[in-house]
Nanobody, 114 residues
Framework: QVQLVESGGGLVQAGGSLRLSCAAS????????MGWYRQAPGKQREWVAL???????NYADSVKGRFTISRDNAKNTVSLEMNSLKPEDTAVYLC????????WGQGTQVTVSS
């Protein structure tokens, strides 16, 4: 059983920055892809970014150039540095980590005020 726990969410003004972290515990596998989704009220879950074990990254167009994903394979953590935040970035951010299945965290709220 894998547990993923996110941290680092909060309230920030537009143009500000936040750093989200996600730590895995429990029966740890060697995760393949790790990353982040987000879900705003009344909207579908939206993919944000992913990173491979070798450090190859990919981003949604809406966050490209503003968000940076990173991971520590030894610690089984994945982070998301978010800069130049916009009100439309307001959402619950959920991390995921793929092993023999996709594992999800519970989410952390990010609120960007205008």
């Amino acid at each position: 059983q894998v547990q993923l726990v996110e941290s680092g969410g909060g309230l920030v003004q537009a143009g500000g920055s936040l750093r989200l972290s996600c730590a895995a515990s429990g029966t740890i596998f060697s995760f393949t892809v790790m990353g982040w989704y987000r879900q705003a009220p009344g909207k579908q879950r939206e993919w944000v970014a992913l990173i491979t074990p070798g450090g190859v990254t990919n981003y949604a167009d809406s966050v490209k150039g503003r968000f940076t994903i990173s991971r520590d394979n030894a610690k089984n953590t994945v982070s998301l540095e978010m800069n130049s935040l916009k009100p439309e970035d307001t959402a619950v951010y959920l991390c995921f980590a793929d092993s023999n299945r996709r594992n999800w965290g519970q989410g952390t709220q990010v609120t960007v005020s205008s």
